[in-house]
């Protein structure tokens, strides 16, 4: 067999239907959707979980379990490299790096994390620290201080 002889599979093509073609391809005038209805009309988009306005199995089901989303603790983080902007020796408290935009909310406190490298000993102040972060900071010889 060589690549040139080659050939489909039978009923592996099917020729495209050509709706709303005249007589002979047997999807003219309402081309294949029927009479009237939602479906019926052009721009239709009805979505997966809408059952024809019946109350939707999901809002039937009765809700169960715990969630804590209302009162979840949420940290604006800042990374190791943002910080190189500042001179040797600086005290970065989260009022200063709101002050400078690094921060636009603090939310319910500021978390340090630990993508890129830091290349000035200074002092941090935040609430979190992740573990990489951690090991960064000393390896430049800065301090990190949980507040």
């Known amino acids: 067999m060589k690549l040139h002889e080659l050939e489909r599979n039978i009923g592996a093509t ?3 239907k050509r709706r709303g073609r005249g007589p002979g391809s047997g999807l003219g005038k309402t081309g294949g959707r029927g009479q009237k209805g939602q479906k019926a009309r052009s721009g239709v988009s009805i979505g997966a979980v809408f059952e024809g306005g019946q109350l939707p199995l999901y ?6 379990g715990f969630t804590n989303a209302k009162f979840k603790t949420i940290y604006a983080t800042i990374n190791i490299e ?5 001179e040797d020796g600086a005290v970065i408290t989260p009022a200063l790096l709101k002050e400078t935009g690094l921060v636009k909310k603090q939310y319910n406190g ?3 994390l ?3 490298k830091l290349e000035k000993k200074i002092t941090i102040q935040a609430n979190r620290f992740s ?3 951690l090991e960064k900071i000393k390896e430049a010889g800065s301090k990190a201080e949980v507040i």
Do not use: M, T, V
């Not at 809002?59 to 169960?64: E, H, S, T, Y």
């Not at 943002?82 to 500042?86: A, I, Q, T």
């Open 110 to 112: 500021i978390k340090i």
């Open 59 to 64: 809002r039937r089901i009765p809700k169960r």
């Open 14 to 16: 099917h020729r495209k």
């Open 131 to 133: 573990s990489s972060a």
């Open 82 to 86: 943002d910080l190189n902007r500042f």
């Open 114 to 116: 630990g993508n890129g």
